[in-house]
Each structure stands twice: as structure tokens, then as C-alpha cells.
């Protein structure tokens, strides 16, 4: 299980090491090309079920790992991340 730190007032959200591993691969080349996007991510967190991120180049992100094993990237999953970031809805992601 990992964090997705973002802004410096504490937000986090937990997502599996696996879709934190995709997502960080989606964040850094929609920022490459100077993307900006929506990131929602909906948890069964009975405080925040459904919290939204602007991610944009200046975003402060800290990506954390529980047991980071590298893991070959599946293209076709992360294609599809991709679009859905590019869309005007924004990629949703769902927490562990």
C-alpha cells in the first residue's frame, strides 16, 4: 500500500503499490508536456470518500512506496490512464 503526498497541508491518498507505480509514470509524462489534470481518487474512507487533485507543474507530490519491487509497466494499462487523464473528466482512480 502506498501514499500519494500531495501540497504541503498533509492530503494523502493510499493507493496500491501497483497503481501508484502507474500513476507516477502517468504524473511525469503529462507534466513533461506541461499537462495538467484532475486526479480523483474514491476510497471507502467514511471522512473523504471521493477527494480531487489538480495535478499541474507546480504540484507539490511525493510519491511513497510500503515494498517498492519494480515491476514492468503494462503499457495497455497505462495507455488508458492516459486518456482518461486527457479527458475532461480527469483520471479516477479507487483506493485500496
Request: aromatic share 6%; charged share 30%; net charge negative.
Amino acid at each position: 500500500m502506498g501514499r500519494l503526498h500531495y501540497g504541503d497541508d498533509g492530503t494523502v491518498a493510499r493507493l496500491a503499490d501497483e497503481d501508484l507505480e502507474h500513476l507516477q509514470v502517468v504524473v511525469v509524462n503529462k507534466l513533461r508536456r506541461s499537462e495538467p489534470f484532475l486526479l480523483t481518487v474514491e476510497s471507502t474512507d467514511a471522512l473523504e470518500p471521493t477527494v480531487a487533485f489538480w495535478i499541474h507543474e507546480h504540484s507539490d507530490l511525493r510519491f511513497a512506496f510500503d515494498q517498492r519491487e519494480p515491476i514492468k509497466p503494462d503499457r495497455e494499462r497505462l495507455e488508458h490512464m492516459i486518456q482518461e487523464a486527457s479527458s475532461t473528466a480527469g483520471l479516477h482512480l479507487h483506493a485500496a
